[in-house]
């Protein structure tokens, strides 16, 4: 990466306003919900349904902003929508383009609260990392946004909201008359963002089942990633009530590191959270779970951890994804020398799993893993300080 790579940033004007007081925002609704939605505004029983299907389309397959724009709706009956509901997205405060193509988006919400959301390009799929809390709880030393506090969950239009914006900037929805184009920009869908998506359980899940609805959006559960620091009583809900692929931030091999790194341990250590896992493959029908491991010099990339993890996953359907810590203003780590994470790989490879390293994505503008953090909780508290909650001392004047 360059000293000075281009960054490209700007503020966009585009009509995307939070939802006007008394409407109710049709985005992020289940199709129950937005039936109950029609009824309650006078929408007959027996039209519903109907209703429902036509509005659905319109918002999440051909990427409607506004009522004017159902076509197949009589007049009237779009103006009697414009009064009772919005369509309404975050607003993108700006965006920005790294050297790499990774566009990083801040998005405004109700409250006048932002997180941020990272779209990333690559040769065979795009990716999208949203967002499930303004903030976190769980103050994940390594992490940068774990040094932002948890405001509030999100809402589902809030995180449905994330997707449409990304489509919206993309310019990925169809165009009316077109020929069919199949090609998917937004193609995957990762909920490792801003927060903890197990402690938004409900919401989260009634955002997925949106976005993967075949009439809509229509990304696959296996094109869907969560990732979990370990929210063990939630895990086996994720398998029947989502049954996404599960990723766990799992970083450390002794209970000892990990209290340090991931401070859930304390509360649900490594071998209760493996017990967890051991049947979520079967539970959900997925191939197999990702562990993230975040490699941090001195502290968690020896050989002898490498051995350790493997035995500990032993039993479980896994492969190992080798995260080159991503550093951030006053981080108390350093990233793990590139030979030292190639002998790690290496061991873990013998063990019989697929240990791939993560390409960093997107450092120059502050988004790659662990780097998100809203600009209105930028205020960098001292590295000192942020040592001393890691309990160690900082690694570098």
Not at 159 to 187: F, K, M, N, Y
Not at 299 to 318: C, E, F, Y
Not at 319 to 339: C, H, M, T, V
Request: proline fraction near 6%; charged fraction near 25%; aromatic fraction near 6%.
């Amino acid at each position: 990466m360059s000293a000075t790579p281009p960054i490209t940033q700007d503020v966009l004007t585009l009509p995307r306003k939070l939802p006007e007081d008394g409407l109710r925002n049709l985005v992020g609704l289940t199709r129950a919900q937005m039936m109950e939605a029609l009824i309650a505004m006078g929408t007959p029983e027996r039209q519903a349904r109907m209703r429902v299907g036509q509005i659905w389309q319109w918002i999440y397959h051909w990427g409607a902003q506004d009522f004017d724009a159902m076509t197949n709706l009589a007049k009237a009956y779009r103006a009697q929508l414009a009064r009772h509901f919005t369509i309404a997205r975050p607003e993108i405060v700006s965006r920005q383009i790294s050297d790499d193509g990774t566009r990083k988006y801040l998005l405004r919400i109700a409250g006048g609260h932002e997180v941020e959301a990272v779209y990333i390009p690559e040769e065979s799929r795009g990716t999208l990392c949203i967002s499930s809390q303004v903030g976190c709880t769980l103050t994940c030393s390594f992490c940068h946004t774990g040094t932002q506090k948890l405001v509030r969950n999100l809402t589902p239009a809030e995180i449905v909201g994330q997707v449409l914006v990304a489509r919206d900037d993309l310019g990925e929805w169809p165009v009316p008359g077109a020929p069919r184009d199949e090609t998917r920009l937004v193609s995957n869908v990762v909920l490792m963002g801003m927060g903890e998506p197990l402690y938004n359980f409900d919401n989260v899940r009634d955002a997925m089942k949106v976005v993967m609805d075949g009439e809509g959006l229509s990304i696959s559960r296996r094109r869907i990633t969560l990732s979990t620091s370990g929210v063990v009583p939630e895990i086996a809900r994720t398998a029947s009530e989502i049954g996404c692929l599960l990723a766990v931030s799992f970083h450390a091999t002794t209970d000892e590191v990990r209290d340090r790194l991931v401070p859930i341990n304390k509360r649900w250590n490594i071998q209760t959270l493996l017990d967890a896992l051991r049947d979520y493959p079967r539970l959900s029908n997925s191939e197999r779970i990702t562990f993230e491991y975040v490699m941090l010099k001195g502290v968690n990339d020896s050989d002898a951890d490498a051995r350790r993890l493997v035995r500990l996953i032993a039993g479980i359907p896994a492969k190992i994804n080798l995260i080159p810590f991503n550093e951030w203003p006053g981080a108390p780590y350093e990233r793990s020398d590139w030979a030292r994470i190639e002998a790690f790989a290496d061991i873990v490879h013998k063990a019989g799993y697929a240990s791939p390293i993560r390409t960093p994505r997107g450092e120059d503008i502050m988004a790659a893993c662990g780097q998100l953090k809203s600009a209105t909780e930028r205020a960098r508290r001292p590295a000192a300080q942020i040592a001393a909650e890691a309990g160690i001392a900082p690694s570098r004047p």
